[in-house]
């Protein structure tokens, strides 16, 4: 009886397991960039969905040039610009982008090229295999941990909970490698991009030069550079000397290059702060809002 009773719940736990989504994560493969989402997928979590196209975007496939009188928009960036699946596709940043430009009359197709955990060496590797993909303008989505955030090793592929190189046979198998063991153990699950120790200068000096490249590439190949800065919500984003004189470095810069610059910090404030956040990282529906909102007045001039 008992035994029975037992198999009743694991099918049933299966079963339900199954219908949130969890026998079809995201895959990932290793790349020479460190990795990236195996092209060509569909996801569900519960009901927010995530589809990648036969280029590994995260976004509304495409081919060769952009239309007659179309505006292409590559955004580059992390798991702020990714989403993940604690958004849903219609609500990543990007796609609000897309969205909003449509709603006023501009024919937009904006593109995704971002994953989780990337750090700028990670996105300056894709950007030199793919390019702008065409695009007339490309927005390198900075956020101010990514001043000192090292490469993500390849070596994520597979051995992190969130980036499985296989799918599993069954959907408990893949409810208990991603939610159950870490809890059980108390492994560290964050964000590969949130973790790290104490920046040092030299480190953000690094990552500087890593993004002066990308838009250096961007410009030879056409495009309109913008950098679109999302600091942490409040009293999250650090305020160290060092970590202010880098910010600062980078406005001098952005200054000095003429590079359309944007900054998240007042138009967050002004929406609700942290409320706009899942966690000091990560913004949520509402934030994805207020951050494609910024990106459509700065691009209005540019049109």
Not at 23 to 34: A, D, F, Q
Not at 188 to 208: H, K, S
Not at 241 to 250: D, F, H, M, S, Y
Request: overall charge neutral; glycine content about 10%; charged content about 20%.
């Amino acid at each position: 009886m008992l035994t029975a009773v037992a198999a009743i719940a694991v099918v049933s736990a299966e079963i339900g397991a199954r219908l949130a989504g969890l026998h079809r994560p995201l895959i990932y493969e290793r790349t020479s960039y460190g990795y990236r989402v195996v092209p060509g997928q569909n996801a569900r979590l519960l009901n927010r969905t995530a589809s990648y196209d036969e280029h590994g975007l995260r976004s509304t496939p495409f081919s060769g040039q952009p239309g007659d009188g179309q505006l292409r928009i590559l955004c580059i960036g992390d798991s702020i610009t990714n989403g993940g699946l604690r958004v849903d596709q219609s609500e990543t940043w990007p796609v609000l982008l897309q969205e909003l430009l449509k709603s006023r009359g501009v024919d937009a197709q904006v593109l995704n090229a971002s994953a989780g955990g990337w750090a700028l060496e990670n996105e300056a590797g894709w950007f030199a295999e793919y390019g702008t993909l065409h695009s007339q303008i490309v927005v390198f989505e900075v956020g101010t941990h990514d001043l000192w955030q090292p490469r993500s090793s390849e070596e994520t592929v597979g051995t992190h909970p969130a980036f499985p190189d296989r799918p599993p046979r069954l959907a408990l198998q893949a409810a208990f490698a991603r939610y159950i063991k870490p809890r059980l153990s108390r492994m560290v699950i964050a964000d590969p991009g949130t973790a790290g120790g104490e920046p040092t200068m030299a480190d953000m000096q690094a990552r500087l030069g890593v993004l002066r490249s990308m838009v250096a590439q961007a410009r030879s190949q056409g495009a309109t550079p913008m950098i679109l800065h999302v600091e942490q919500p409040g009293e999250h984003e650090l305020s160290t000397p060092t970590v202010i004189e880098a910010k600062q470095n980078l406005r001098s810069w952005v200054v000095s290059e003429g590079i359309v610059y944007m900054n998240t910090k007042d138009a967050v404030q002004r929406a609700g702060g942290s409320a706009l956040f899942f966690d000091p990282y990560h913004p949520n529906v509402e934030g994805n809002r207020v951050i494609s909102a910024l990106v459509a007045e700065t691009l209005s001039p540019l049109r």
